[in-house]
């Protein structure tokens, strides 16, 4: 594990090219490539280097609010409010921060694969397992991208200077493209690591990966296909205990395959203060909207307009328990501290210094261990791909052929029924159809991911943003601080528009469309 955390620093890092698109930063100069690669340590270290970029948590960790599911107040360190309310431009920094981080990513796998042939005293089996862990980070970073940007360039060795400047490469071929690269290292990746290697791509993260890709693309067959692939390894359960996947006390746990991994002193983030409230230190920058609440279902298995046993008096009674499990509603307790924002003297009240602006917070990635300074006091992983994924990828994509039987509502049931959670199974009775089991597994996606970059995909893929990202935004209902003019009515935290024919894609980023035009043009309507 302690491999993964560390940052190494190869030598000759820096780009030796003077243009200095990120797509085409070079990771190392040819003098340093002469010395490199010439033992198993440099190429492990190479490769342990295209890791790091998965824990870009001062990005990654704002994408929820870019959804119907959260609200940030701040433009710093991520300026996601303006993608969120429809209120972006080409210049805004969460395109060129997400691009940039994306094509190093890129980059650096690109060496590895340019170069690791180099090194002789590699096994032939280290050096097949190498590979097939760098073809999988490259893989992800292209999700990614596509999933955000559409079409985008398709780099696969590093290019010659002369080579800089290149057209993107639509969609679909990319998605081929990665799913072959997905085929490929699920031949030569281990189902399961040895304690000093946990934390590396694994056969069955290739495999979860690869079902993500087809399902976003409406490859349903395939995506079906992959995600029992990853079931029938009978590797990966559901974990007893939601909390402890985010909050860093269950980092091996067996439902996740896939986590940008940190580590105490040696490698922290700031996540805490990201989402944590003032009781804790935080900044309440990422934080539920009331769409979010109101997703949950009562302990009936019926949403609370059809739930006899949903009361407006009390309304996060009788409720899914991943409700209190991943937001504070008044009165949760976080790390042994009651949070009622209710309470108008206390830290986590509306207007308070820090304090949440919709009067929800979330406990779902709260660390369990917060200490150091506002930039280095987490070390909890952040998770990329669970088992509870693959399960509701399988299940959507039969529904989507309208293959139904037992398995579909099978896969979803295990999810539901969490130990923990268990809420009511999904029967062929309560949803007999193609139409009825649609809503459940969407409705199941939402409760299950939020903050864990799934919405924002889904809400494209299916259509519906035009819907959700459109009009107010809520929070809480304010029946008790009678000072504030929102005095029984539910807080009001913005505005918010969606233009169906631009914001379906994010823009290629200004910084990159300025030194190569051959990326033009740009997304419709950017």
């Not at 003032?278 to 019926?302: M, N």
Request: aromatic share 10%; hydrophobic share 40%.
């Amino acid at each position: 594990m302690k491999k993964l955390a560390i940052i190494f620093t190869i030598a000759g890092l820096a780009a030796v090219s003077a243009c200095k698109k990120t797509l085409d930063e070079q990771p190392q100069s040819q003098v340093s490539q002469d010395a490199y690669w010439t033992t198993e340590a440099d190429a492990i270290n190479a490769v342990n280097n295209c890791y790091r970029r998965l824990g870009d948590v001062d990005n990654r960790i704002f994408l929820s609010c870019a959804t119907d599911d959260s609200y940030s107040w701040s433009d710093w360190p991520s300026d996601v409010r303006l993608v969120g309310n429809g209120s972006a431009s080409i210049s805004t920094g969460m395109f060129s921060n997400f691009w940039n981080n994306l094509y190093k990513m890129i980059a650096s796998c690109n060496d590895v694969l340019d170069n690791i042939d180099r090194d002789k005293a590699l096994s032939d089996s280290l050096n097949r397992r190498l590979k097939a862990e760098t073809r999988f980070i490259r893989a992800y970073a292209y999700q990614q991208l596509t999933g955000l940007f559409g079409d985008v360039i398709l780099r696969t060795t590093t290019p010659p200077i002369k080579d800089f400047n290149a057209s993107r490469t639509p969609r679909a071929e990319v998605a081929a493209f990665v799913a072959a690269e997905l085929d490929s290292a699920a031949k030569y990746l281990p189902v399961t690591y040895d304690a000093n290697n946990i934390g590396r791509a694994t056969r069955g993260a290739a495999l979860g990966l690869k079902a993500r890709v087809m399902l976003y693309e409406g490859k349903y067959a395939e995506a079906a296909a992959a995600a029992k692939e990853v079931m029938d390894l009978h590797t990966y359960v559901i974990d007893n205990d939601y909390v402890s996947l985010f909050n860093g006390t269950n980092k091996n746990s067996l439902e996740i395959l896939l986590s940008a991994r940190f580590v105490k002193t040696t490698l922290p983030n700031a996540m805490a203060t990201w989402v944590g409230g003032p009781s804790i230190g935080g900044w309440s920058q990422v934080v539920p909207v009331q769409s979010l609440v109101d997703a949950y279902e009562c302990t009936d298995g019926k949403t609370i307009d059809k739930s006899q046993l949903y009361d407006p008096a009390h309304p996060y009674d009788n409720r899914d328990p991943r409700l209190k499990l991943t937001v504070v509603v008044p009165g949760v307790v976080v790390n042994g501290i009651t949070i009622d924002v209710t309470n108008t003297k206390g830290l986590d009240a509306l207007s308070k210094n820090n304090a949440s602006l919709t009067g929800f917070y979330y406990k779902k990635y709260v660390p369990a261990d917060i200490q150091g300074n506002w930039d280095s006091n987490s070390y909890n992983d952040l998770v990329l791909l669970r088992y509870a994924e693959v399960l509701l990828t399988y299940a959507e994509a039969k529904i989507e052929q309208n293959q139904i039987d037992a398995s579909v509502y099978d896969a979803i049931n295990q999810v539901r029924q969490r130990p923990g959670v268990m809420m009511k199974a999904l029967t062929a009775v309560d949803y007999p159809n193609q139409t009825s089991l649609r809503d459940a597994v969407r409705r199941e996606r939402r409760v299950e991911f939020p903050m864990e970059d799934n919405r924002l995909f889904d809400i494209r893929r299916w259509k519906i943003a035009e819907t959700v990202l459109t009009g107010p935004v809520y929070g809480i209902l304010n029946n008790y601080d009678q000072s504030r003019q929102d005095y029984n009515k539910h807080v009001l935290v913005e505005q918010r528009s969606f233009n169906a024919g631009r914001d379906y894609l994010w823009p290629v980023p200004q910084s990159e469309t300025s030194i190569n035009p051959n990326s033009l043009p740009n997304n419709s309507g950017w």
